[in-house]
């Protein structure tokens, strides 16, 4: 596998069941970030995670909880989700943001598309 | 609060016309800009990264400008093929509290017409 893989592709789940959502980045990266895409608004940053540390909230609802046990993975666990939640979920990857000098470009994986029902 | 417009929303030209796509920003205070490709359903494609301190980059047929000043960049394709058909979304990269954030436009959905 190269780039960035994340299953399941498609989900449908009700608002009282609890899953989860998993992100593995195979290029190195330290940086791992969820973003949200709704139809019809700008994709929206959730989280980023650097060297496993959250370093950004973008105010999500608790309903939301990431994991991140290593630089290569991330999971988004999903627990009494609402309708509008429904979304393409997005992952990507990138070098350590902190390097001013570095390259600094987002790698994206192909999205999770979650039905809440 | 960083804003990014792109104009038009939707696009459709025939093939093998030259096109471009335009991008705005709010706040210049920015550390790069970057375009993506979006096909239905499917996750992003990086095409192009700007750094700040760069006017253009160019990659085949695509080729991507930034004004800083102005908070402007356009992305130029050249002789249009089916194959480009797709969303096309411009973001641009700030630093806060050295965090890498992206802020996305809507996009720009292309149609181009065999």
């Known amino acids: 596998e190269t780039g960035v893989t994340q299953t399941p592709r498609h989900l449908v789940m009700g608002m009282t069941n609890k899953k989860s959502l998993k992100c593995e980045q195979h290029l190195g990266h330290n940086a791992m970030y969820w973003y949200k895409q709704s139809a019809k608004k700008p994709l929206e940053l959730m989280f980023v995670?650097?060297?496993?540390?959250?370093?950004e909230n973008n105010s999500v609802p608790s309903r939301f909880s990431p994991e991140c046990p290593n630089s290569s993975h991330l999971f988004l666990h999903l627990h009494t989700l609402q309708p509008e939640d429904s979304a393409l979920y997005l992952c990507?990857?990138?070098?350590?943001?902190?390097?001013?000098?570095?390259?600094?470009?987002?790698?994206f994986g192909p999205g999770t598309r979650l039905t809440v029902t | 609060k960083q804003e990014v417009t792109q104009i038009p929303a939707a696009l459709s030209v025939p093939e093998g016309e030259n096109l471009v796509l335009n991008c705005s920003f709010t706040d210049s205070a920015i550390y790069n800009l970057q375009w993506f490709r979006q096909d239905p359903g499917k996750g992003l494609t990086s095409l192009l990264l700007?750094?700040?301190?760069?006017r253009e980059q160019t990659s085949g047929r695509l080729n991507a400008s930034l004004d800083k000043s102005s908070g402007r960049s356009t992305l130029y394709i050249a002789a249009s093929q089916p194959g480009d058909s797709a969303t096309y979304l411009c973001a641009v990269g700030q630093s806060n509290f050295g965090n890498e954030k992206l802020t996305f436009g809507t996009g720009t959905r292309l149609t181009i017409i065999p």
């Open positions: 990507a990857s990138s070098q350590d943001p902190y390097q001013r000098e570095g390259y600094h470009e987002q790698y």
């Open positions: 700007i750094q700040s301190s760069q």
């Open positions: 995670y650097n060297f496993k540390e959250q370093t």
